[in-house]
């Protein structure tokens, strides 16, 4: 990165200074980001009026005024344009009704044109400048003209965004198979990429019904407990490896991360006994390859 980039507004941006920031996120459950608070001072759980790539939007602040070098910033750095008035957050409920009444206006014109969608979430920006309708469907859907009618409709910039299955489930929330909300829908505020090996590895069984999600994706909690789980495997003998314990020399059959408990066969040749101790109460006399 060139230590003399320019920001959006064509000023010298020196990325081994800290520049001054606070983060904003838009959703309960979304991402933050960082804006240039020119010169007002916020806290967590304040409400700001921001300029984003979209538009004009009423955002909560989850960190208040803090300085990060430039190099570890999203460049463009918007701006802060003001705290939010108690007529802003008005608006900002205003626009929340206002979005309820367009999905369902949306979903008769979808009927209306015949056209194989689903249609999930509408969201206005603050200002009105444009009206968003999010949707998922089997395949490409050619709704120009649906576009059209909703224009002539609500009289502002229509945008309509083709999702995905875990991107649905993060807005319409639910119950998963665990019995809590969804992890999307209530803390996680990115997705990130999981694989089958992480199920494999937390001695999880790899049928599909049993690690997947409601989403019919594999569960989000295998990823943000996997680093967990390789912490605790990396202090715990592997099945198979020779340990000394408090009863002898012994060969481990089986361990449970989460307890740190394992089991531990002892043989002398005629009888086979196998006892539960502590990982710390054992010592690896061999590793198990």
Do not use: W
């Amino acid at each position: 990165m060139n230590n003399n980039e320019k920001n959006e507004s064509g000023m010298n941006l020196n990325t081994d200074k800290k520049v001054e920031i606070i983060g904003v996120k838009f959703k309960e459950n979304g991402k933050t980001y960082y804006f240039a608070p020119e010169g007002y001072t916020v806290a967590a759980g304040d409400r700001v009026i921001v300029e984003t790539a979209r538009g004009i939007e009423y955002g909560f602040v989850t960190e208040g005024n803090k300085f990060l070098f430039a190099n570890d910033i999203v460049q463009p750095l918007r701006r802060v344009i003001r705290k939010a008035s108690d007529s802003d957050t008005e608006q900002f409920k205003k626009n929340r009704e206002l979005e309820k009444q367009a999905l369902e206006i949306c979903r008769k014109k979808i009927e209306e044109h015949g056209l194989d969608m689903k249609l999930i979430e509408a969201e206005y920006t603050f200002d009105n400048s444009k009206l968003m309708f999010y949707f998922t469907a089997d395949s490409r859907v050619d709704f120009r003209e649906l576009v059209k009618d909703l224009a002539s409709l609500f009289r502002t910039r229509i945008e309509l965004r083709q999702i995905g299955i875990r991107d649905e489930a993060k807005m319409l929330g639910g119950i998963g198979i665990c019995g809590r909300p969804f992890c999307c829908s209530s803390f996680l505020s990115d997705f990130v990429q999981v694989s089958i090996k992480m199920a494999k590895e937390q001695n999880l069984s790899l049928n599909s019904a049993k690690i997947s999600g409601t989403c019919g994706r594999l569960m989000c909690c295998l990823r943000y407990e996997h680093e967990a789980y390789e912490k605790e495997r990396a202090i715990t003998p592997k099945i198979g490896a020779k340990v000394s314990t408090s009863e002898g020399a012994g060969v481990v059959t089986d361990s449970n991360l989460l307890t740190g408990l394992v089991k531990v066969k002892f043989s002398d040749g005629k009888n086979e006994t196998v006892k539960v101790f502590d990982r710390n109460d054992v010592k690896v006399l061999q590793k198990k390859e």
